[in-house]
């Protein structure tokens, strides 16, 4: 008998019972995984296993997220290293990059793309007060494209897209030099696009989203289905056919993506990374050759539509590095400073070292 639970609110016990041996008969098994067979919403299948968890029927294993508190203690000691590895250093700030969105009921928090456990926390002031620095805090994706921008492929574009393969997927128009982060910081959510009718369920509520077979975390799903516990960079350097089939399936989409982008932003190119190994990415670009007509296929373009990029995990800590000191070298964050070098407060570039030690 198939198992399907009911969103009704007196069908709780009910629910509570369809979850339970869910979990018994495919454990371990993910909460996405779970609302799909039984057809309920991500939220509810998470809020009825904090229950479980809580009573001590299930255990939870969180494969990506950190305790806040023992993290932010982690920034501090990471802090007090590097100072020790240069003592006549000096630190701008710090930059911290967090999966997005950010303040979105339906989609932040929640899922095996983002950090599970963190809401509510008021990051930069708890960075600040964990490592003595100002702290400035932005979407991973965001991070990502400005380190290409300032370090990477992106260098030789004024308008690029960067498509970020990570865990999920995301991406974010750099415009004339600037990333463009939308009104609250969470533009750049293309892999929340339903472009699968009727597809998988996805954490964000919405069926057929382009990151539930389009990132990292689809192809690790597909290979613990078919192989149990099997580690991604082993599958690749030994060669797998759970990695080629997932190749042919997610070629089309991203065919797809890239015609929706270049359509929409009109970039000189779009430039692809990420978390994504290196090889596998660019398996995957070659597969989705040719490309579908779009509004790029002008006749003055000099570069390619696709350009891949080498910096791989490397550009998102780059970019949180680029956040804090274009943050600190920010007319508007000078700005904090007016008026207070009279009562005895410096402005952080003007510190001396001996004083406050803050500069990269």
């Known amino acids: ?25 495919s454990a371990p098994v993910s909460r996405a995984d ?65 999966p997005g969105p950010i303040g979105v009921e339906s989609m932040s928090f929640v899922g095996s793309t983002t ?31 400005l380190g290409d921008q300032l370090y990477g492929a992106g260098r030789a574009y004024r308008d690029f897209y960067y498509l970020y393969f990570g865990v999920g997927l995301g991406g974010t128009m750099v415009h004339d030099g600037v990333v463009m982060r939308g009104a609250r910081g969470n533009a750049g959510e293309i892999g929340h696009l339903p ?9 964000c509520g919405n069926r057929g989203c382009l990151e539930r077979y389009l990132s990292l975390d689809a192809l690790d799903r597909r290979l613990r289905r078919k ?15 759970v990695i080629d089939q997932w190749i042919g399936e997610a ?22 990374g990420g978390m994504m190994p290196e090889s596998l990415l660019a398996r995957l670009v070659a597969a ?13 373009r000099t570069a390619p539509r696709l350009t891949l990029a080498r910096e791989g995990k490397d550009g ?27 009562r005895g407060e410096r402005d952080p570039i003007m510190s001396p070292a001996s004083k406050r030690e803050v500069a990269a």
């Open 227 to 241: 192989n149990g516990r099997a580690d991604l960079r082993t599958a690749i350097d030994r060669g797998s056919p």
């Open 251 to 272: 070629a089309p989409l991203l065919r797809a993506a890239v015609v929706t982008i270049e359509n929409l932003f009109d970039p000189e190119t779009i430039v692809i």
């Open 195 to 203: 472009l699968v009718p009727g597809g998988e369920l996805c954490p």
């Open 316 to 342: 998102v800590l780059r970019g949180a590095a680029a956040l804090a000191v274009s943050g600190v070298l920010s007319p508007r964050f000078g700005l904090l400073f007016a008026g207070d070098e009279e």
């Open 1 to 25: 008998m198939a198992l399907r639970g009911t969103n009704q609110e007196f069908g709780r016990p009910y629910n509570r019972r369809i979850v339970l041996e869910t979990i018994r008969l």
């Open 34 to 98: 779970i609302a799909g067979k039984v057809g309920l919403t991500v939220q509810t299948v998470s809020n009825i296993t904090r229950e479980l968890e809580l009573q001590g029927f299930i255990r939870g294993i969180r494969q990506r997220a950190a305790d806040p508190k023992k993290a932010f203690a982690l920034f501090g000691e990471m802090v007090r290293d590097i100072r020790a590895v240069r003592p006549k250093g000096r630190m701008l700030g710090i930059g911290m990059a967090m």
């Open 115 to 145: 950090l599970e456990g963190w809401q509510g926390i008021d990051f930069a002031p708890r960075l600040e007060a964990a490592t003595g620095l100002p702290a400035f805090v932005g979407i991973d994706i965001a991070a990502a494209a």
């Open 288 to 300: 989705a050759e040719p490309l579908l007509h779009s509004i790029a296929e002008h006749d003055r």
